[in-house]
């Protein structure tokens, strides 16, 4: 049961365009929701996080969206640049738990 | 930011011997931290969740009496693969909770590549 879904595998953008990374989640007990980037071998380093009271963060380059009525979520990275080139995860937490739950990934390449 | 790290960053072993893996928070306290193991071009998988001075809660389907976890203290965990097999080789990865810019944010570790022969 994959409560957090990443269904693109991979994605191709030209650099200074924009990326836009998807999630779809299905319990609507998450209430908090976290993008982290993973180069192999590495350990995930986080990005950007947003709470379920909040439908937009942004950071920088980088900005989620939330709909949670379409319990859906999505990354944009704005200028693409080719150093984002990584693997992308969503993950989603609920209450005060702590676990994340994370998506399948996506692997981004930004091309010079 | 908050700085995680894992010991030994690899290891090889042989079927049978027990393997410790040591995660810890450098600039912050972590009442709680939590272990992640990564097959390849798969997802992380959440395997417990460490609680200083406490008991560790493992996930559904992980042997708690084949990883073991110890908090010590609010800045070590350590995972102790026990009787290592080879279906046991994968990305061990720690994370650490930490309260930073106002909002819960877990910081990963570099991850641990483990090769039982």
């Known amino acids: 049961d994959q409560q957090v879904k990443q269904n693109s595998p991979s994605l191709s953008v030209q650099e200074g365009r924009i990326s836009i990374l998807n999630c779809d989640y299905t319990?609507?007990?998450?209430?908090?929701f976290l993008w982290y980037k993973k180069y192999p071998a590495e350990g995930p380093t986080f990005l950007i996080s947003?709470?379920?009271?909040?439908d937009k963060n942004e950071d920088g380059r980088f900005t989620v969206f939330l709909n949670k009525s379409a319990k859906h979520l999505s990354l944009h990275i704005v200028p693409s640049q080719p150093g984002d080139s990584a693997v992308y995860f969503c993950?989603?937490?609920?209450?005060?738990?702590?676990?994340?739950?994370f998506g399948q990934g996506t692997t981004l390449q930004v091309k010079p | 930011g908050a700085v995680v790290s894992q010991h030994p960053s690899w290891v090889i072993c042989k079927s049978g011997t027990s393997v410790k893996i040591e995660c810890r928070s450098l600039d912050f306290q972590a009442t709680t931290m939590f272990w992640y193991r990564q097959f390849p071009k798969q997802s992380l998988m959440l395997m417990a969740t460490?609680?200083?001075?406490?008991?560790?809660?493992?996930e559904q389907g992980v042997e708690k009496d084949k990883f073991l976890i110890n908090h010590a203290s609010l800045t070590l965990s350590t995972l102790t693969v026990t009787s290592a097999h080879p279906e046991d080789s994968s990305f061990y990865i720690c994370?650490?909770?930490?309260?930073?810019?106002?909002?819960?944010?877990?910081?990963f570790g570099p991850g641990t590549r483990l090769l039982v022969l």
């Open positions: 947003i709470s379920s009271i909040k």
């Open positions: 319990n609507s007990m998450f209430d908090y």
């Open positions: 993950a989603a937490s609920a209450g005060n738990t702590g676990k994340l739950i």
């Open positions: 994370s650490a909770e930490a309260w930073l810019a106002g909002g819960e944010t877990q910081y």
């Open positions: 460490s609680n200083e001075g406490s008991k560790a809660t493992y």
